[in-house]
Protein backbone atom coordinates (compact mmCIF):
# COMPACT_ATOMS: atom_id res chain seq x y z
CA UNK A 1 0.00 0.00 0.00
CA UNK A 2 2.67 2.29 0.62
CA UNK A 3 4.54 1.68 -2.78
CA UNK A 4 1.31 2.98 -4.26
CA UNK A 5 1.02 6.39 -2.26
CA UNK A 6 3.79 8.00 -3.46
CA UNK A 7 3.33 7.42 -7.08
CA UNK A 8 -0.57 8.21 -6.45
CA UNK A 9 0.78 11.64 -4.47
CA UNK A 10 3.03 12.26 -7.41
CA UNK A 11 0.69 12.30 -10.20
CA UNK A 12 -1.88 14.33 -8.42
CA UNK A 13 0.92 16.97 -7.85
CA UNK A 14 2.43 16.69 -11.75
CA UNK A 15 -1.80 17.50 -12.72
CA UNK A 16 -1.84 20.19 -10.15
CA UNK A 17 1.27 22.15 -11.15
CA UNK A 18 1.90 21.63 -14.96
CA UNK A 19 -1.47 23.43 -15.48
CA UNK A 20 -0.62 26.18 -13.14
CA UNK A 21 2.46 26.59 -15.01
CA UNK A 22 1.16 26.78 -18.16
CA UNK A 23 -1.59 29.23 -17.21
CA UNK A 24 0.70 31.94 -16.16
CA UNK A 25 1.68 32.55 -19.68
CA UNK A 26 -1.40 34.84 -20.39
CA UNK A 27 -1.53 37.17 -22.89
CA UNK A 28 -0.45 40.78 -22.22
CA UNK A 29 -0.10 44.11 -23.77
CA UNK A 30 2.78 46.64 -24.17
CA UNK A 31 2.04 50.10 -24.90
CA UNK A 32 5.21 52.72 -25.49
CA UNK A 33 3.79 56.10 -25.49
CA UNK A 34 5.89 58.70 -27.31
CA UNK A 35 4.94 62.11 -26.42
CA UNK A 36 2.83 64.41 -29.01
CA UNK A 37 3.83 61.08 -31.73
CA UNK A 38 1.78 58.02 -31.24
CA UNK A 39 1.33 55.05 -28.98
CA UNK A 40 3.09 51.94 -30.31
CA UNK A 41 0.97 48.77 -28.80
CA UNK A 42 2.65 45.37 -28.87
CA UNK A 43 0.18 42.11 -27.91
CA UNK A 44 1.79 38.55 -27.13
CA UNK A 45 0.39 35.61 -25.37
CA UNK A 46 -2.25 35.37 -27.65
CA UNK A 47 -3.64 31.93 -29.65
CA UNK A 48 -0.73 31.88 -32.94
CA UNK A 49 -2.74 32.90 -36.36
CA UNK A 50 -5.56 34.07 -35.90
CA UNK A 51 -7.34 37.21 -35.72
CA UNK A 52 -7.62 39.66 -32.35
CA UNK A 53 -9.97 42.60 -31.97
CA UNK A 54 -8.41 45.84 -30.72
CA UNK A 55 -10.70 48.55 -29.29
CA UNK A 56 -9.38 51.66 -28.31
CA UNK A 57 -11.32 53.96 -25.97
CA UNK A 58 -10.13 57.74 -25.41
CA UNK A 59 -10.78 60.17 -22.27
CA UNK A 60 -13.63 57.10 -21.81
CA UNK A 61 -15.07 57.46 -25.17
CA UNK A 62 -14.98 55.14 -27.99
CA UNK A 63 -12.32 55.56 -30.53
CA UNK A 64 -11.83 52.43 -33.14
CA UNK A 65 -11.60 49.09 -33.01
CA UNK A 66 -9.00 47.18 -34.85
CA UNK A 67 -8.87 43.60 -36.38
CA UNK A 68 -5.30 42.53 -36.43
CA UNK A 69 -3.69 38.92 -37.16
CA UNK A 70 -0.96 37.26 -34.83
CA UNK A 71 1.65 35.64 -35.93
CA UNK A 72 3.09 31.77 -35.35
CA UNK A 73 4.23 33.23 -31.88
CA UNK A 74 0.56 34.53 -31.19
CA UNK A 75 2.01 38.21 -31.26
CA UNK A 76 0.82 41.81 -32.80
CA UNK A 77 2.00 45.25 -33.41
CA UNK A 78 0.04 48.48 -34.16
CA UNK A 79 0.71 51.88 -33.74
CA UNK A 80 -2.20 54.73 -32.83
CA UNK A 81 -1.62 58.25 -33.69
CA UNK A 82 -1.26 60.14 -30.54
CA UNK A 83 0.05 63.35 -32.41
CA UNK A 84 -1.68 66.77 -31.34
CA UNK A 85 -5.20 66.88 -30.35
CA UNK A 86 -4.83 62.95 -29.74
CA UNK A 87 -3.60 63.43 -26.26
CA UNK A 88 -5.72 61.51 -23.20
CA UNK A 89 -6.32 58.81 -21.32
CA UNK A 90 -6.29 55.65 -23.55
CA UNK A 91 -7.96 51.95 -22.53
CA UNK A 92 -6.79 49.66 -24.95
CA UNK A 93 -8.30 45.63 -24.79
CA UNK A 94 -7.67 43.05 -27.33
CA UNK A 95 -9.00 40.00 -27.69
CA UNK A 96 -9.07 37.02 -29.72
CA UNK A 97 -11.54 34.07 -28.31
CA UNK A 98 -11.27 33.68 -24.75
CA UNK A 99 -7.95 35.52 -24.79
CA UNK A 100 -7.95 39.01 -23.06
CA UNK A 101 -5.51 41.63 -22.36
CA UNK A 102 -5.68 45.73 -21.45
CA UNK A 103 -3.42 48.49 -20.92
CA UNK A 104 -4.48 52.06 -19.74
CA UNK A 105 -2.04 54.42 -21.20
CA UNK A 106 -1.81 58.35 -21.13
CA UNK A 107 -0.96 59.92 -24.06
CA UNK A 108 0.82 63.76 -23.10
CA UNK A 109 0.18 66.47 -25.64
CA UNK A 110 3.45 68.00 -26.17
CA UNK A 111 3.41 72.09 -27.25
CA UNK A 112 5.90 70.80 -29.72
CA UNK A 113 3.50 68.18 -31.70
CA UNK A 114 5.79 66.51 -33.98
CA UNK A 115 8.20 68.81 -34.35
CA UNK A 116 11.86 67.85 -33.46
CA UNK A 117 10.68 66.71 -30.19
CA UNK A 118 11.29 69.75 -28.03
CA UNK A 119 7.92 71.97 -26.73
CA UNK A 120 9.39 75.70 -26.89
CA UNK A 121 12.86 74.70 -26.31
CA UNK A 122 12.42 72.57 -23.92
CA UNK A 123 13.21 68.56 -24.46
CA UNK A 124 10.07 66.93 -24.89
CA UNK A 125 9.60 64.11 -22.21
CA UNK A 126 11.01 60.64 -22.38
CA UNK A 127 8.93 57.62 -24.42
CA UNK A 128 6.63 56.66 -21.13
CA UNK A 129 5.73 52.27 -21.66
CA UNK A 130 2.89 50.67 -19.67
CA UNK A 131 4.99 47.75 -19.39
CA UNK A 132 4.13 46.02 -16.18
CA UNK A 133 7.21 44.65 -14.08
CA UNK A 134 8.23 41.51 -15.63
CA UNK A 135 6.56 38.31 -13.61
CA UNK A 136 9.69 35.57 -12.56
CA UNK A 137 8.51 32.67 -14.88
CA UNK A 138 11.29 30.68 -14.57
CA UNK A 139 12.64 28.84 -17.64
CA UNK A 140 10.78 29.23 -20.80
CA UNK A 141 10.17 25.37 -20.84
CA UNK A 142 9.32 24.61 -17.17
CA UNK A 143 6.25 22.92 -17.66
CA UNK A 144 7.74 20.39 -20.36
CA UNK A 145 10.61 19.94 -17.44
CA UNK A 146 8.20 19.29 -14.91
CA UNK A 147 6.76 16.73 -16.99
CA UNK A 148 9.22 15.16 -17.82
CA UNK A 149 10.82 15.45 -14.62
CA UNK A 150 7.18 13.83 -13.45
CA UNK A 151 7.63 11.21 -15.65
CA UNK A 152 11.26 9.80 -15.08
CA UNK A 153 10.23 9.86 -11.49
CA UNK A 154 6.99 7.77 -11.95
CA UNK A 155 9.37 5.41 -14.04
CA UNK A 156 11.56 4.99 -11.97
CA UNK A 157 9.11 4.81 -9.23
CA UNK A 158 7.61 1.59 -10.90
CA UNK A 159 10.91 0.00 -12.09
CA UNK A 160 11.95 -0.29 -8.40
CA UNK A 161 8.40 -1.33 -6.95
CA UNK A 162 8.90 -4.24 -9.39
CA UNK A 163 12.73 -4.82 -8.96
CA UNK A 164 11.98 -4.92 -5.14
CA UNK A 165 8.75 -7.52 -5.22
CA UNK A 166 10.92 -9.96 -6.83
CA UNK A 167 13.98 -9.78 -4.38
CA UNK A 168 11.16 -10.23 -1.88
CA UNK A 169 10.71 -13.87 -0.19
CA UNK A 170 14.49 -14.28 0.16
CA UNK A 171 15.14 -15.47 -3.89
CA UNK A 172 17.25 -13.09 -5.24
CA UNK A 173 16.34 -12.04 -8.79
CA UNK A 174 18.88 -12.08 -11.55
CA UNK A 175 18.87 -9.72 -14.80
CA UNK A 176 20.87 -12.42 -16.38
CA UNK A 177 19.48 -14.82 -19.08
Same mark, same amino acid.
Given at each position: ????? !? ?9 ? /??? #??? #? #? ?8 ? /???? =? /? ?5 ? @????? $? *? ?9 ? &? ?6 ? &? %???? @??? $?? =? ?18 ? %? ?5 ? *? =?? #? ?12 ? !????? $?? !? !? +?? &? ?20 ? +???? *? ?7 ? =???? &???
Amino acid at each position: MFRRV !PLAFLAILVLL /IVP #ATV #A #AAGPQLLATV /IPGK =E /IDVIGSG @FPAST $T *VTVVITRNGNP &DETRTLGT &D %AAGT @FTT $TI =EAGPGRGGAYTLVATAGQST %ASADIVA *V =ET #AGGTSGGTAGGVPA !PPPTS $TR !P !P +AP &DRGLPGAPILATLAALVAGITG +AWWA *VRRRGTQGG =EARS &DEG
